[in-house]
């Protein structure tokens, strides 16, 4: 079936710096999403991107589309410790249009950030 | 408003008990969602729920069993679990199945004695 590879698998960072994460896909995908998950919460949706080539900000968070429609990447400036978490991709793609709001999911990025 | 509840945030059941799971929506979302998370891994669909009937079980075992009462509540009874099925149980809701940005309740730590 279809896949999302996340990279990288976790992140150790100091306070203040960037991030980047990215998801990648063998096949195309209609819509991309990104969500943060806290420890013993749920996730949390930061960012919906649904055109090839959007570039999408919420607050320090930025996230695009890739223009291939099969990759995605999502951007933290100057991070923070409350940033800590596990960031997931996920998506929708073309095989599965029509199956009922089924989103596959990337395996996760989980930051950690030394104040 | 974009809050899902779940009841109870913790829950400790033996192999024979029956409980059961509990999520609720107010945003007038059509499309609502069991998932199961293991720690650190993303998210498993289990079932899905479009207009309170069910359109996606995923194979799940019948120890699990969903019920939608209403457009706004999805319950996941449970019986005769098993250890392995110690997780993170997450309800989630979105606009309708069309509609792929869901929004995800706290989840329901689950352990099984």
């Known amino acids: 079936g279809q896949q999302l590879n996340q990279s990288p698998q976790s992140m150790f960072i100091q306070e203040g710096e960037d991030v980047s994460m990215n998801c990648t896909s063998s096949?195309?995908?209609?819509?991309w999403l990104w969500y943060k998950q806290d420890p013993g919460e749920g996730p949390v949706l930061l960012i919906a991107?649904?055109?090839?080539?959007e570039l999408t900000s919420n607050g320090r968070l930025t996230a695009q589309f890739g223009i291939t429609r099969k990759d995605s990447f999502l951007n933290i400036s100057a991070s923070i410790p409350s940033d800590v978490g596990i960031y997931f991709c996920?998506?929708?793609?073309?095989?599965?249009?029509?199956?009922?709001?089924?989103?596959?999911f990337g395996q996760g990025t989980e930051l950690s950030v030394k104040p | 408003d974009t809050e899902v509840t779940q009841t109870p945030k913790h829950l400790v059941m033996g192999m024979t008990n029956k409980k059961s799971l509990k999520c609720e929506q107010h945003?007038?979302?059509?499309?609502m969602y069991w998932y199961k998370q293991k720690a650190k891994k993303p998210p498993e669909l289990m079932f899905v729920?479009?207009?309170?009937?069910?359109?996606i079980n995923e194979s799940v075992p019948s120890r699990f069993s969903p019920e939608c009462p209403n457009s706004s509540l999805l319950n996941l009874h449970l019986h005769a679990l098993q250890p392995e099925d110690s997780a993170l149980y997450l309800c989630?809701?979105?606009?309708?199945?069309?509609?792929?940005?869901?929004?995800f309740g706290p989840g329901t730590r689950l352990t099984v004695t």
């Open positions: 996920a998506g929708q793609g073309l095989r599965s249009y029509n199956q009922g709001g089924k989103l596959i």
């Open positions: 945003m007038g979302h059509r499309a």
């Open positions: 096949s195309i995908f209609n819509t």
């Open positions: 989630a809701s979105s606009q309708d199945t069309s509609t792929y940005e869901q929004y």
């Open positions: 729920y479009s207009y309170e009937k069910l359109s």
């Open positions: 991107l649904y055109k090839a080539g």
